[in-house]
């Protein structure tokens, strides 16, 4: 069992920069990829940025392509999502999730923290 908590969720101006982390506990994190993705309200939820926990490699959505970075930290467990730029069209509840890092299917997820951008 992986366990996962975000935080750092808050209400922004359009503009702005947020860092969002995900403290992971359970397990060690080497053979897992890490996600991030989002949730607008009526929308579906989507993908935003992945990192491969062991070698670093990380893939992003189109839409947070030159204004999202994904990072890990080993010392401790976390991953974070540092945003700039943010857009009214960013705003969700924005999740954390634990998966194969071989076929990318997402086994654990945290309860979300809300990201309010205004413009």
């Known amino acids: 069992q992986v366990q996962l908590a975000e935080s750092g969720g808050a209400l922004v101006q359009a503009g702005d920069s947020l860092r969002l982390s995900c403290a992971a506990s359970?397990?060690?994190?080497?053979?897992?990829?890490m996600g991030w993705f989002r949730q607008a309200p009526g929308k579906e939820r989507e993908f935003v940025a992945r990192i491969i926990w062991f070698n670093g490699v990380t893939s992003y959505a189109d839409s947070a392509e030159d204004r999202f970075i994904i990072s890990r930290d080993n010392s401790m467990n976390t991953v974070n999502l540092q945003m700039n730029s943010l857009k009214p069209e960013d705003t969700a509840v924005y999740y954390c999730?634990?998966?194969?890092?071989?076929?990318?299917?997402?086994?654990?997820w945290g309860q979300g923290t809300q990201v309010t951008v205004f413009s």
């Open positions: 359970g397990r060690t994190l080497g053979n897992y990829a």
């Open positions: 999730a634990a998966g194969s890092r071989r076929s990318l299917e997402y086994t654990y």
